[in-house]
């Protein structure tokens, strides 16, 4: 054996390129000696290092920390390195899982729609419970524009909100606004919690007047003419602004024909 190996051989052995092997002695982790023509001559220690190198890297420390415990460490030091490791594990499998039983929810709601997306609902009353929400409060006067407040929404809680796989995405209307027949001015965007989540704000309990809109958003403006008819017609009366949820939009789909929207606004009867 060798008591010397050059770059491109410990390139080739380990698989990774000469840069990677020169940064890493920029940071000062790797020591090659040179030879008398200037070559980077790598020993059997600068081996072990990269041996434990690559095996840190390949269960998630970053460099800093690697460089850090290379510096000088034992086996308690090295227990103590792994168990922190174990938590971050822990966490990221506990984010994994929760993102997971929010995917598996979102598809059996997709298909759900998918099968009935002939069938334009019928405007009903349906008792909610309090939902707790993420909410930014933010003046839209173009539809187009609301897609960057809910981007802006999600950057702001980016760790809890992903904007695919998510039907829990809604915006509220001002009231004088709509119900006058006008459309294209938002108030706020939200984004709707699970239980145990953060959140910084409540749609109340109570009774909710709702219609399903199965199509491109240009229908939605005639079907809010509907909503407010047919409110009318049962003598309820607004409580709050009504709110608009993208159960399916452009996230998931650019056929806007698969859009699926749901009008909704808190009533009492008059």
């Known amino acids: ?10 390139s ?9 092997l020169r940064y890493y002695e920029e940071i000062g982790i790797l020591k090659p000696k040179r030879d008398d023509n200037g070559y980077r001559m790598y020993s059997i ?32 030091k090295t227990l103590s390195m792994f168990e922190q490791e174990i938590d971050r594990i822990d966490q990221k499998v506990e984010e994994l899982s929760r993102l997971r039983q929010q995917l598996t929810g979102r ?36 539809d187009v524009d609301l897609d960057f407040v809910i981007k802006k929404l999600q950057k702001e809680n980016e760790e809890q909100l992903y904007l695919i796989g ?4 809604g ?21 709707i919690m699970e239980d145990g ?8 309990a109570g009774d909710y007047l709702c219609l399903t809109v199965n199509g491109s958003y240009s229908l939605v403006p005639d079907r809010w003419k509907d909503f407010f008819a047919e409110a009318e017609k049962q003598n309820l009366s607004p409580l709050g602004d009504p709110m608009e949820i993208y159960i399916i939009d452009n996230h998931d789909t650019s056929d806007e024909t698969e859009y699926v ?10």
Do not use: W
């Open 1 to 10: 054996m060798k008591e010397y190996y050059k770059i491109g051989e410990i």
């Open 12 to 20: 080739d052995l380990y698989g990774i390129g000469t840069d990677s």
């Open 45 to 76: 220690s600068d081996i072990r290092t990269l041996n434990i190198l690559r095996e840190l890297r390949s269960i998630g420390f970053s460099m800093k920390e690697i460089k850090e415990h290379l510096t000088s460490f034992n086996l308690n």
């Open 107 to 142: 598809i059996d709601e997709i298909r759900y729609h998918m099968n009935t997306a002939d069938h334009q609902e019928d405007i009903c009353l349906r008792p909610f419970p309090e939902r707790k929400i993420l909410q930014l409060a933010e003046q839209v006067y173009r």
């Open 166 to 169: 998510n039907g829990n995405m």
């Open 171 to 191: 915006a509220t209307i001002p009231l004088n606004y709509i119900r006058t027949g006008s459309y294209g001015h938002f108030n706020s965007a939200f984004f």
């Open 197 to 204: 989540d953060e959140y910084d704000g409540i749609i109340p």
């Open 261 to 270: 929207t749901q009008l909704q606004m808190q009533v009492e009867r008059r």
